[in-house]
């Protein structure tokens, strides 16, 4: 005790001692002190109840984080249920740029697994060096994104890792190119069926909330937020039997006569369906889609051309319709040419005074133009404008055009005598299809759709069911000997149809060595079940006429096509017996 009294008493005295700014200082530090821990204490305090929330939710954005869930997007299929385009999955190789930087040691490795150079990839980890996620390659096959990876960490690379997508597939390749068109990467459409119900297709996707590493890989799922929705599919009107051959035989065409292009349509008559839509020249939906020389355009809705002699039956069922003219009339035709002002319109030969059938049969110039002369142009450009002609078919194909028909108040005289033998309209190869089916719906045009139909539309009469089968029985003549598409013949069958060859326009007028060449028809021409357009563009082999080049396309088309559909022969030679194949309606 008295030891500890001297040390007090020591102290004190020597407190005593110091100068009075010493013992300020000391006083001032202990204060000081004091003041920090009171802070320390304080802000402990405001962490952990005032801020509590704030601090929790900055917290969980380092290592939670909300990602997108793709939907499934939907399928197409043509009208059996055959798979056109589905969606498959594949996983894409992902990077983090923070982990694997440009100047990493063994990139070289990762850049052959890639099939990449090293210096692409190089710039593309030190262009995202400041984010944290970075693509190297999108969509490949889960095997191969499997082997990248492999090969990536068994070099020590650090932050790869794969995302889970989807890539889109078409088993019909380029037989339904056109129509069904193609996605991008990130899987939305781009052309065809797929950028017009691309909404449809791509449904909703969902949304849910997962946890992160400190190398932002995802480690773990917390919870849904958002369920994806998947996408309609599409059940479209085509038959994928019908678009194969019609296909085959297009190109098959157009190599033999070393055309440019060319389509093919084929329409159910009873639905206004769609059954097969063509053209050439294609691409592969699968591969690389290269647009050169217009490979991805659907021609048969996009391409509009002068649709020459396939206008005359139409001519001529206006006039009829009109009461102008009748079975028993008759048109002269002498010397086989006639001015119109300055204007010649000529036939190939002299035919003296023909009637309404030869007149289709040996295709006339001169009568088509006589007759259409006699209409009121009021009335003529009606039933034009009535069969579809200078208007969208509104099938909603992207890019459809709406071809070409002048107002009449602006036609001249020899405007509307040429329009009787297809020039000074343009059309497409969709919109002469549906022209021909009014024909072979007895007179009712039905609206064309190119998605599968539950029950058939409700028409629109153009023409009477009388003046129909008459004009119709005029078409047969082209097909039968001694007319001018004896090739597009189909064994069995009536036909009924009409040849076209028009030059083509061109810079200085119209060329002297470019055509189109077309045929247009339908059968059985008793009672019409299918409509059938074939357009050849700029033939340039021995043959140019519609007759030799676009006749016999039409011919093997109809033929597989009525058998593959059951439809009965009505040309059968009298005693025949008929067998059913055993196909389908």
């Known amino acids: 005790m008295t030891t500890k009294r ?18 300020g200082r000391r006083r001032f530090v202990l204060l000081l002190f004091m003041l920090g821990v009171a802070g320390l204490i304080w802000r402990a305090v405001d962490q952990q109840i005032f801020e509590k929330d704030f601090l929790q939710s900055e917290g969980a954005d380092r290592y939670l984080d909300r990602v997108e869930v793709p939907a499934h997007r939907g399928v197409i299929t043509d009208r059996k249920g055959a798979v056109l385009a589905m969606s498959t999955p594949v996983d894409s190789v992902a990077a983090n740029p923070r982990l694997l930087r440009a100047d990493t040691e063994n990139l070289a490795v990762l850049a052959r697994a890639l099939d990449m150079k090293l210096d692409d990839l190089r710039q593309r980890l030190a262009r995202y060096s400041h984010k944290h996620f970075v693509y190297l390659k999108r969509r490949l096959p889960p095997e191969e994104a499997e082997r990248i990876l492999d090969e990536g960490k068994k070099a020590g690379l650090k932050g790869l890792h794969l995302e889970r997508e989807y890539r889109r597939y078409y088993p019909g390749g380029e037989v339904f190119s056109h129509m069904i068109g193609f996605t991008n990467v990130e899987d939305h459409g781009q052309e065809g069926l797929e950028l017009s119900y691309d909404h449809a297709l791509s449904g909703k996707p969902g949304e849910k909330r ?29 038959d994928q039997r019908l678009q194969y051959i019609a296909y085959r035989e297009l190109k098959s065409a157009i190599s033999k006569h070393k055309a440019i292009s060319g389509s093919v349509v084929l329409l159910d008559v009873k639905t206004g369906e769609v059954l097969a839509m063509v053209n050439q020249p294609g691409y592969n939906p699968n591969g690389k889609r290269s647009n050169r020389n217009g490979r991805l355009r659907n021609r048969a809705v996009t391409d509009v051309f002068e649709p020459g002699s396939t206008m005359k039956p139409l001519t001529v069922a206006i006039g009829m319709e009109l009461g102008l003219y009748n079975l028993q009339s008759t048109i002269d035709t002498n010397p086989g040419y006639f001015y119109v002002g300055r204007s010649r319109v000529k036939d190939h030969d002299n035919m003296g005074v023909i009637d309404l059938e030869t007149l289709i049969k040996k295709s006339s110039n001169v009568g088509a133009a006589r007759v259409a002369l006699s209409i009121p142009r009021e009335k003529y450009w009606q039933y034009m404008s009535d069969l579809g002609f200078g208007s969208q078919v509104g099938t909603g194909y992207p890019g459809e055009s709406s071809g070409r028909l002048a107002p009449f108040d602006k036609w001249a005289k020899i405007d509307q005598a040429t329009l009787s033998f297809g020039y000074g309209i343009s059309v497409t190869a969709l919109q002469l299809a549906q022209a021909y089916s009014v024909l072979a719906a007895d007179g009712i045009k039905r609206p064309l759709s190119i998605l599968r139909q539950e029950q058939a539309p409700a028409g629109k009469r153009v023409f009477s069911a009388s003046t129909a089968r008459e004009v119709r029985k005029m078409m047969e003549t082209v097909v039968a000997p001694g007319g001018t598409a004896v090739r597009a013949a189909v064994p069995g069958y009536r036909v009924a149809g009409k040849t076209g060859t028009a030059k083509k326009a061109g810079p200085g007028g119209y060329t002297q060595r470019k055509y189109m060449a077309m045929f247009a028809g339908m059968a059985p021409a008793s009672d019409p079940r299918l409509v059938c357009a074939v357009v050849i563009n700029e033939p340039r082999g021995k043959y140019y006429y519609g007759g030799l080049v676009a006749a016999p396309v039409f011919s093997a088309v109809m033929d597989d096509a009525l058998r593959l559909l059951n439809v009965a022969p009505d040309g059968l030679p009298a005693g025949s017996r008929l067998v059913s194949a055993g196909g389908d309606q």
Do not use: C, F, W, Y
């Open 210 to 238: 997962v946890l992160r590493d400190g190398r932002r890989k995802v480690v773990a799922d917390v919870e849904s937020i958002r369920m994806p929705q998947p996408g309609d599919n599409l059940a479209l009107s085509l």
């Open 6 to 23: 001297k040390k007090r008493a020591k102290a004190m005295q020597q407190e005593k001692s110091l100068p009075k700014s010493h013992t």
